[in-house]
């Protein structure tokens, strides 16, 4: 979890969750299944990996990508909780086993060293659609150690929204939903929402709004368990509920947070995590942290990660089929620099982009402009830029450093809040591409904000 965000400041990620540690995700008893379990009646898969491959092998890049180091860049060092590891992307830390089993394990040098693995989702755009439901589970045994040699472990299945990538300043406004937590070993399955303020606030900051259960059956350690997230926007009030092995043992509805708060974490989409850390503020609220009597070695072992969507509405498009001819809402990007978001007062609700300067930008993958080509883009912006700061909202294909096809100048109209549609011409284009909103200015001062975009013919 992560402190207090404001625009161009570090973020801390501290995961003090007060209620009681989750179970370490472990390396063998029970076997995998050979691919994830068949959809229910009424839900469509929309995203899995069975970790099927040969043994040694590391994760799918067109699935997942490896957050490696000790923190984001430009973020807060140790991810911000205080955890020690390196992350890497080798696979002595992060591989496949040849039996369908993703293992993510820590390892520690003669020096004393930690490195572990951090693998996300390359999508973010994963949420319910309009008056439906999402379920994003994964079947995971937690690392097979307890009692002392346990201490420091922190296994995790998570997710968060996506305003968090490429910006590490806004949590927990964005939202934070843990599926699984774990630490010391302890035969516990954490389940918590982060968002609001820090500290404190309406989500009870940095704890959040949280809960745990033993495993049932065989102890988290020493079986798989299928841990599961089921977001409802059916229900009223909205719920997010969180289940092992079928049985809820946490909920969240939207009534027990104001509604601005709910809509910030909330109405926009949100990628996955996988991870083992080692130490931290987690660790230590129970019993301590990392000493010579941790073992290193114990993986977490996950047999598959799936999402299903059910229910009225449209799902998000996924990465790589962006239709450019349809309002593709400008929060939905896959990665940004220097950009905010915020809850909108334009016709539909939902989120815009702002705080937008010099040298932002924003980018969204596979847009699909087809065989006749666009000549066109529109934005929907708004602006309450001083008088004399104004900027350009340019169009780039596929690298942010590549000649813009098209953009236009604006300035302040009326408030940022106060929205127009632009149009501007571009230069032909066909096929599918990488789209990056960029903004150029001559003065350092926030400019625009954006709500949508979406291209012409």
């Given at each position: 979890?992560?402190?207090?965000?404001?625009?161009?400041?570090?973020?801390?990620?501290?995961?003090?969750?007060?209620?009681?540690?989750?179970?370490?995700?472990?390396?063998?008893?029970?076997?995998?299944?050979?691919?994830?379990?068949?959809?229910?009646?009424?839900?469509?898969?929309?995203?899995?990996?069975?970790?099927?491959?040969?043994?040694?092998?590391?994760?799918?890049?067109?699935?997942?990508?490896?957050?490696?180091?000790?923190?984001?860049?430009?973020?807060?060092?140790?991810?911000?909780?205080?955890?020690?590891?390196?992350?890497?992307?080798?696979?002595?830390?992060?591989?496949?086993?040849?039996?369908?089993?993703?293992?993510?394990?820590?390892?520690?040098?003669?020096?004393?060293?930690?490195?572990?693995?951090?693998?996300?989702?390359?999508?973010?755009?994963?949420?319910?659609?309009?008056?439906?439901?999402?379920?994003?589970?994964?079947?995971?045994?937690?690392?097979?150690?307890?009692?002392?040699?346990?201490?420091?472990?922190?296994?995790?299945?998570?997710?968060?929204?996506?305003?968090?990538?490429?910006?590490?300043?806004?949590?927990?406004?964005?939202?934070?939903?843990?599926?699984?937590?774990?630490?010391?070993?302890?035969?516990?399955?954490?389940?918590?929402?982060?968002?609001?303020?820090?500290?404190?606030?309406?989500?009870?900051?940095?704890?959040?709004?949280?809960?745990?259960?033993?495993?049932?059956?065989?102890?988290?350690?020493?079986?798989?368990?299928?841990?599961?997230?089921?977001?409802?926007?059916?229900?009223?009030?909205e719920a997010i509920r969180f289940l092992v092995d079928g049985t809820t043992f946490h909920t969240v509805t939207a009534n027990q947070v104001d509604a601005t708060t709910w809509a910030n974490a909330t109405n926009h989409g949100f990628f996955i995590i996988l991870n083992v850390a080692m130490g931290g503020a987690f660790p230590d609220a129970f019993g301590g942290g990392l000493d010579s009597a941790t073992e290193p070695g114990h993986p977490m072992v996950v047999d598959y990660v799936q999402v299903l969507s059910s229910g009225s509405g449209t799902t998000p498009p996924p990465t790589g089929n962006r239709d450019a001819y349809s309002p593709i809402q400008a929060e939905s990007y896959d990665s940004q620099s220097g950009v905010s978001t915020e809850s909108t007062s334009d016709s539909g609700g939902g989120q815009n982009i702002g705080a937008l300067a010099n040298g932002d930008w924003a980018l969204y993958k596979g847009v699909t402009f087809g065989s006749t080509a666009a000549t066109q883009f529109n934005a929907r912006v708004a602006s309450g830029a001083a008088s004399g700061v104004s900027g350009l909202v340019e169009v780039r294909l596929d690298s942010r450093t590549s000649t813009p096809v098209g953009s236009f100048a604006v300035g302040n109209t009326g408030g940022w809040q106060s929205w127009r549609t632009i149009p501007a011409n571009i230069s032909s284009v066909t096929g599918t591409h990488d789209v990056y909103l960029t903004f150029t200015s001559g003065q350092s001062q926030e400019f625009v904000n954006v709500n949508w975009f979406n291209f012409g013919r």
């Open positions: 979890m992560r402190t207090t965000p404001t625009r161009r400041n570090p973020l801390r990620r501290t995961l003090l969750a007060l209620v009681s540690a989750l179970s370490l995700a472990a390396a063998g008893a029970s076997a995998a299944q050979a691919s994830a379990p068949t959809p229910p009646s009424g839900w469509t898969q929309v995203f899995v990996d069975d970790f099927n491959g040969s043994a040694g092998t590391g994760v799918s890049t067109s699935n997942w990508q490896y957050a490696t180091g000790t923190g984001y860049p430009g973020g807060p060092a140790n991810w911000g909780t205080g955890e020690v590891e390196t992350m890497t992307n080798s696979t002595n830390n992060v591989a496949l086993d040849g039996n369908g089993n993703l293992r993510i394990t820590p390892r520690r040098d003669t020096s004393g060293n930690w490195t572990s693995g951090r693998i996300e989702t390359n999508r973010t755009d994963f949420q319910p659609p309009s008056g439906g439901k999402l379920r994003v589970e994964a079947r995971i045994q937690m690392p097979n150690v307890t009692g002392t040699a346990a201490e420091g472990y922190w296994p995790a299945f998570w997710m968060l929204g996506a305003p968090y990538r490429g910006n590490y300043q806004n949590w927990p406004s964005v939202g934070e939903l843990d599926i699984m937590e774990n630490v010391q070993g302890l035969n516990r399955v954490w389940a918590t929402m982060h968002c609001g303020t820090n500290p404190g606030g309406p989500c009870n900051e940095t704890t959040g709004i949280g809960n745990y259960t033993a495993c049932p059956g065989a102890t988290c350690q020493s079986g798989f368990h299928t841990y599961t997230m089921e977001w409802d926007r059916s229900a009223s009030p």
